[in-house]
């Protein structure tokens, strides 16, 4: 009896002090991914479906939150499927979140079931740039876009690309909407290091 109590304890102080449902959600997404079909072209588009469910609400509709939840779980699945993470492990390589931008146009209500769909749009010379669309099911409207920038760290985007397609990968261009943010980056970092004075250090 005192074995139960002792399971039910452990059990409650991994909860209170774990996301626990992150981490089997990753398990099974990885899971998944690996007996889909694969993505052959790297920056091809891929499609998770989902439905607005009762953890996923507030005020009746999806918080703002899950999206963003919603989009790691797809990028997981994504570099799964199209060998980006097999690459990242052979290069020795990891890859964090740089940057994230999101609008929202119109609110996924309860119920409501909507397509993810993710790619990678272009990459420079420290980080890959996806853009990931909710898009609902009942009328095909983009109720919300994300651009997230993913650096690489410990090698490049252009030795992950060299390594998936044996060969030197020509960058694609980049979308006008997603230049205007990158420039944004850009002027957010300088002024930051200038307000910090990391700018006069390295002078």
């Not at 939150?65 to 990242?88: H, P, Q, W």
């Not at 109720?143 to 993913?150: E, I, N, R, S, T």
């Not at 290091?193 to 700018?199: F, K, T, V």
Request: charged share 25%.
């Amino acid at each position: 009896m005192w074995w139960v109590l002792w399971v039910l304890a452990a059990l409650l102080a991994l909860f209170c002090n774990l996301d626990v449902w992150y981490f089997l959600r990753v398990a099974a997404v990885i899971l998944r991914a690996w007996f889909q079909p694969p993505v052959r072209d790297v920056t091809g588009e891929q499609i998770l479906t989902g439905r607005v469910l009762p953890r996923d609400i507030d005020m009746g509709h999806m918080n703002n939150a899950r999206y963003l939840r919603e989009c790691d779980f797809a990028r997981l699945s994504l570099y799964t499927r199209n060998g980006v993470l097999k690459a990242l492990r052979a290069l020795g390589a990891t890859m964090v979140v740089a940057a994230t931008t999101i609008r929202f146009r119109r609110a996924l209500c309860i119920g409501e079931g909507f397509e993810l769909r993710s790619r990678i749009v272009t990459w420079d010379e420290k980080s890959f740039f996806l853009e990931q669309r909710f898009v609902s099911t009942k009328d095909g409207l983009v109720c919300a876009v994300m651009y997230c920038k993913q650096s690489i760290i410990r090698s490049s985007p252009d030795q992950v690309m060299q390594h998936l397609c044996k060969r030197k990968v020509e960058i694609p261009e980049f979308p006008a909407d997603l230049q205007h943010w990158v420039s944004f980056i850009s002027a957010s970092s300088q002024a930051l290091r200038a307000e910090s004075g990391l700018e006069e250090k390295n002078k």
